[in-house]
């Protein structure tokens, strides 16, 4: 089982990035996916995450702004953000949520059973 997140770089305040979150080993349509990040300094912080049957959260400071989706057939999830601010600064990390866990509007980190390695994301003028 393996997740790779990518599609980090360097992007001005108001700009945008797609991240892309590859995965192998397993059937992307089985299982939930979270997406989360951790800022210098901070701790790693759930921000969105979607269900096989759809469904998706993302926590307040990202709502409006982030869309989280998945191309079953591609195995990749995805992460839209727009209108990025500096205080998005962060390495951007995929993961797993067990077989037939559901992921909730709280986006929790503990229960992961898989990490992608991160992609940075500098919002940055």
């Known amino acids: 089982v393996q997740l790779q997140a990518s599609g980090g770089g360097l992007v001005q305040p108001g700009g945008s990035l797609r991240l892309s979150c590859a995965v192998s080993?397993?059937?992307?349509?089985?299982?939930?996916i979270g997406w989360f990040r951790q800022a210098p300094g901070k701790e790693r912080e759930g921000i969105s995450c979607?269900?096989?049957?759809?469904?998706?959260y993302y926590v307040d400071s990202v709502k409006g702004r982030f869309t989280i989706s998945r191309d079953n057939a591609k195995n990749t999830e995805y992460l839209q953000m727009n209108s990025l601010k500096a205080e998005d600064t962060a390495v951007y990390y995929c993961?797993?949520?067990?077989?037939?866990?559901?992921?909730?509007?709280?986006?929790?980190?503990?229960?992961?059973?898989?990490w992608g390695k991160g992609t940075l994301v500098t919002v940055s003028s």
């Open positions: 979607d269900n096989s049957d759809g469904s998706t």
């Open positions: 993961a797993r949520y067990p077989f037939r866990a559901r992921c909730s509007p709280s986006v929790r980190r503990d229960g992961m059973d898989y």
């Open positions: 080993g397993f059937s992307l349509g089985l299982y939930a």
